[in-house]
């Protein structure tokens, strides 16, 4: 199956910290571009961070200096460690993989809560 299964959301307090991951199949992970979005009820879904296959990395203006995107290809995973979370930062967070700015492929989503 040609798929992107995330794990790790859950409820966090603010000021915690999460990573989520995200399994990649069926396709060659190497050559893409891996990125997370999210998305809150009512907003439009937002890019949160981006890796591509030579490891550059582009964040959110929102989370930048907060979350780290980084990739094992060895295991066809791609992470998003979120530090210092708000609860501006409850959404669902979607893993992507993209080739020459076309996202090809979207991940089920997994939910993050960050409350008191």
């Known amino acids: 199956q040609v798929q992107l299964v995330e794990s790790g959301g859950g409820l966090v307090q603010p000021g915690g910290s999460l990573r989520l991951s995200c399994a990649a199949s069926?396709?060659?992970?190497?050559?893409?571009?891996m990125g997370w979005y999210r998305q809150a009820p009512g907003k439009q879904r937002e890019s949160v961070a981006a890796?591509?296959?030579?490891?550059?990395?582009n964040y959110g203006d929102s989370v930048k200096g907060r979350f780290t995107i980084s990739r094992d290809n060895a295991n066809n995973t791609v992470y998003l460690q979120m530090n210092s979370l708000k609860p501006e930062d409850t959404a669902v967070y979607y893993c992507?993989?993209?080739?020459?700015?076309?996202?090809?492929?979207w991940g089920q989503g997994t939910q993050v809560t960050v409350s008191s």
């Open positions: 069926g396709i060659i992970f190497s050559i893409h571009v």
């Open positions: 890796i591509t296959s030579g490891g550059n990395t």
């Open positions: 992507s993989a993209a080739r020459y700015g076309n996202i090809l492929l």
